[in-house]
């Protein structure tokens, strides 16, 4: 393809020779001697690069230069001139020009920038999949021939700079790495069932070990207290689930405010923020967290946010290294709160220590399997590499940098644990306890394939919890998630029925939802889901429960009313709706008050004090969280309550849900709201309706106060269904709904 130019130069008659040079180059050279010439060409057909002078006669080179750029914003366009005052060089640049030449200039000067600005891509594609085709043997040599934590450090430094380098070209090079990668982490998960037990064991046991690399207890010892000795301020910032090639895409804007120096640690595992970010505040392997603070510990069974002891933990890691160092703690979750705690940052420098977690990157992780349009937005590494780019140079996070590069002061910034994304499924089976994590599971009665997995049977050596004596733990490898078999012969027949025309197909005009309806009326599919549903160990009832109370009662009366019965009539059934637990989604069910029982809303939030730490959010809609941390919504200002230790009891089924925690501290002993059910002055909001529809009711007077709740998970239903509990009142709000009405039963 040749490529077309336009030059412009009122001494075009004196550029015929590097005319000719250019054509004989292959390049299709239009010119014109003034800019009114060049910009009605331009209109007329499409350039690839324009070369223009500056001055000219009529229209100057900086006058033409603004109008075709209103004209193609992204035409490259080279001034070739005579002036060397720096004003009009000034100008050129600030109008983006893509290159200045200073005439006279030779040809190749001219061929030089028009590489430069029109073949520069396929130049360094070209170049870039060559470079990485000469080193992909060495590459290969260096994955086979590591012996050492060092070595594998190397290797992850070169295959995400290949990555880096390759992620905008066009070929089959991306997926010769991405076969490396595979290969690479195979290798390196050799490495660590190999040597992981022996780093574990000397540093549970505090043995010197020159060849165990850094790891998670180590962070604060190492980076942190060293900087404090020096009688430096220091930012401990960790950004959450944060990977070495999101930090690759970021290091030259922290390059441009900061002198950068780096080195990996290794994270503990299992890497979830329980355990390894634990490890690093407190400076301990977990085992040694629930032996020396109980209180602190979370098991992995409890509903209590796992993070929620971080300060505390740092406290005793700073004691018992007899150190006097003043510290804060502050945790970041949104936009909002990054922007309201860059206000506060003056106020926190007197510090010796200031610990900042920032959780978007994790959210973002997160959410790139939970919801769809993240997905498609992060659908590649590269993309995912691209939004965390994006959101630091366009978030308060930027600012908080920016004010720390102003300052005297020592930034460590880490993580404590990256992601994979994981393809892989591999079978596990296990008991209702067992963890829902996907990437390690531990229990005592686990089902798998030892080949699958990196296995421990002796957590302890690991410095892991042990909640019962047989307790395994199972790592996955590479792209490896576990999953649970799920019922596929039941799937199968559903997915089959359902490929065929539905009885109803219809969206409803009072709600806008639509609904999809069909029968199974194959007597053999009949019976065949009659065993499948009866090998289940249990249903539960999620929604639903006065309605099936109600059926049970009629069909008890119908039996009374029958002298006859026998156990096979109409009434002793009724009809249900099952749904598997992955396909139901539990909202949160909040409330609305209408007083606040006599108190004004300063005395109220002095009250709430006693049970809980209140924080003035401000006035954008503040969502809980976590569990046991409550939203409040009074006067026109949002506040997040937590509540305090002691206040609730997290192995209680009931005990744990924050709508027990709620209706003790706050509706009954400060409001007086002793029944949810009768009392008027209380009114419940689903979340479908989202938090501003909290926010409306009390504005308009209708309501003095709001209060939102972090939703109920389905474990935690299960389990209360599973301890013989009943589900207090108007705790949960479950979608989808189904317009039951369709499907009604008559009993004659």
């Known amino acids: 393809m040749a490529y077309k130019l336009l030059w412009v130069d009122d001494e075009i008659d004196l550029l015929k020779a590097h005319i000719l040079f250019l054509e004989k180059k292959g390049y299709d050279v239009d010119t014109a001697s003034n800019g009114y010439d060049a910009l009605d060409m331009c209109q007329k057909g499409n350039y690839d690069l324009i070369l223009l002078d500056e001055n000219m006669p009529g229209l100057s080179g900086l006058e033409t230069l603004s109008r075709v750029k209103d004209l193609h914003p992204t035409l490259p366009v080279v001034m070739v001139t005579k002036s060397e005052e720096e004003d009009i060089m000034n100008q050129a640049i600030g109008a983006k020009i893509s290159d200045y030449l200073i005439k006279p200039v030779n040809p190749t000067q001219i061929l030089l920038s028009l590489k430069k600005n029109i073949h520069s891509r396929e130049i360094v594609s070209e170049a870039t999949q060559t470079a990485y085709q000469q080193n992909f043997g060495r590459l290969s040599m260096q994955i086979n021939d590591s012996l050492t934590m060092q070595d594998w450090m190397e290797v992850y430094r070169t295959l995400v700079r290949w990555e880096l380098e390759l992620q905008d070209v066009a ?336 969206v409803s005009d009072l709600d806008g939802f639509g609904h999809t309806f069909w029968v199974i009326s194959d007597k053999k599919d009949i019976a065949r889901i009659t065993e499948l549903v009866g090998e289940m160990p249990s249903m539960y009832i999620a929604d639903g429960h006065h309605r099936s109370a109600a059926a049970a009662l009629v069909g008890n009366e119908k039996k009374l009313q029958n002298p006859n019965h026998k156990g096979d009539e109409e009434y002793n059934y009724f009809l249900a709706v099952c749904f598997p637990d992955d396909q139901l989604h539990i909202m949160d069910y909040n409330r609305v008050v209408r007083d606040l029982n006599g108190m004004t809303p300063a005395e109220f939030l002095q009250a709430l004090s006693e049970d809980f730490e209140v924080e003035d959010i401000g006035t954008d809609i503040y969502r809980p969280d976590a569990l046991h941390v409550f939203a409040l919504y009074l006067e026109g200002r949002w506040y997040k309550l937590t509540a305090k230790a002691g206040r609730y009891d997290d192995q209680d089924p009931i005990g744990v849900l924050d709508v027990t925690i709620s209706s003790n501290l706050i509706l009954d002993k400060l409001l007086g709201i002793k029944d949810l059910r009768s009392d008027k002055r209380i009114d419940f909001v689903g979340g479908i309706r989202g938090l501003d529809e909290l926010s409306r009711r009390v504005d308009s007077g209708e309501m003095k106060m709001a209060l939102a709740l972090y939703p109920v998970t389905m474990q935690q239903l299960i389990r209360i269904a599973d301890t013989g509990n009943i589900m207090p009142p108007k705790t949960t709000w479950f979608e989808p709904k189904l317009r039951s009405g369709l499907i009604i039963h008559e009993l004659v």
């Open 171 to 506: 070929g089959d090079m991306k997926e010769m790495l991405a076969m490396q990668k595979r290969e690479a982490n195979i290798e390196f998960c050799k490495f660590v069932r190999k040597n992981y037990m022996k780093w574990m064991e000397s540093l549970v046991r505090h043995i010197q070990d020159e060849e165990r690399p850094l790891l998670s207890p180590d962070i604060f010892k190492t980076q942190v207290f060293p900087a404090l000795d020096k009688g430096e301020n220091v930012f401990f910032i960790v950004i959450d689930n944060f990977r070495w090639d999101q930090w690759k895409m970021l290091q030259p804007e922290m390059a441009e405010l900061f002198n950068v120096e780096e080195s990996m640690y290794c994270s503990i595992l299992p890497t979830a923020t329980q355990y390894a970010r634990n490890a690093i505040f407190s400076g301990l392997m977990p085992i040694e967290i629930e032996a020396m603070f109980p209180e602190l510990w979370v098991d992995e069974d409890s509903e209590q946010g796992k993070n929620l002891n971080e300060s505390p933990m740092v406290q005793t890691q700073l004691e018992r290294f007899r150190r006097r160092n003043s510290f804060s703690y502050h945790k970041i979750n949104d936009s909002a709160g990054a922007e309201k705690f860059v206000q506060q940052l003056p106020s926190i420098m007197h510090n010796d220590l200031n610990i900042v977690v920032l959780n978007f990157i994790d959210m973002l992780s997160h959410a790139r399997t939970e919801s769809r349009m993240v997905r498609e937005l992060a659908n590649s590494e590269a993309a995912y590499r691209s939004i965390t780019q994006s959101w630091f140079r366009h978030s308060a996070v930027s600012d908080l940098f920016r004010f720390l590069a102003s300052t005297d002061c020592r930034i460590v910034l880490t993580t404590d644990h990256g992601s994979v994304r994981a393809n892989n499924p591999v079978k596990v089976v296990g008991d209702k306890n067992t963890n829902t994590n996907l990437r390690y599971k531990l229990g005592k009665n686990l089902s798998y394939n030892p080949k699958e997995v990196f296995e421990v049977k002796e957590p302890k050596r690991l410095g892991l919890p042990v909640p019962n004596l047989s307790t395994t733990y199972i790592f996955a490898t590479g792209g490896d998630f576990f999953a649970y078999p799920n019922n596929e012969e039941l799937d199968g027949i559903i997915a089959r029925v359902a490929a065929g025309e539905p009885e109803y197909d219809f």
